[in-house]
């Protein structure tokens, strides 16, 4: 199993990414895939989630400004960052979770501690 990040770099505020996830070794299309961020200091943060059905969850922190998308075909999920803060500094990962998620009812998206398989991480760096 892997999970391969990359697109990350350094941008000035109000700048735009295009955050990618390539994915192996498992049933691609039977797991949710989740991005997540972790800050220097700080614990790691749900910030978007495509699930198996093509559901999309964001947090509230991104919303309007983050979108997530999943390509069948090649395995990969894309995280597509516009208007850049320089709160949105950190490194970027993201995550497989086989099952249904939602806000709760089910696994909750946002909690990494539900995830079975991670990345390495890209590092996205935002100045002000």
């Known amino acids: 199993v892997q999970l391969v990040e990359s697109g990350g770099g350094f941008l000035e505020a109000g700048g735009s990414l295009r955050l990618s996830c390539a994915a192996s070794g498992f049933t691609f299309d039977d797991y949710a895939i989740g991005w997540f961020r972790q800050a220097p200091g700080k614990g790691r943060e749900g910030v978007s989630c495509i699930s198996s059905s093509g559901t999309t969850f964001y947090a509230d922190s991104v919303k309007g400004r983050f979108t997530i998308s999943s390509d069948s075909a090649s395995n990969t999920v894309y995280l597509h960052v516009n208007n850049m803060k320089p709160d949105d500094t950190a490194v970027y990962y993201c995550?497989?979770?086989?099952?249904?998620?939602?806000?709760?009812?089910?696994?909750?998206?946002?909690?990494?501690?539900?995830?079975?398989?991670w990345g390495q991480g890209t590092k996205v760096t935002v100045s002000a």
């Open positions: 995550a497989a979770l086989y099952g249904t998620v939602d806000w709760g009812t089910f696994t909750p998206w946002y909690q990494p501690l539900e995830y079975h398989y």
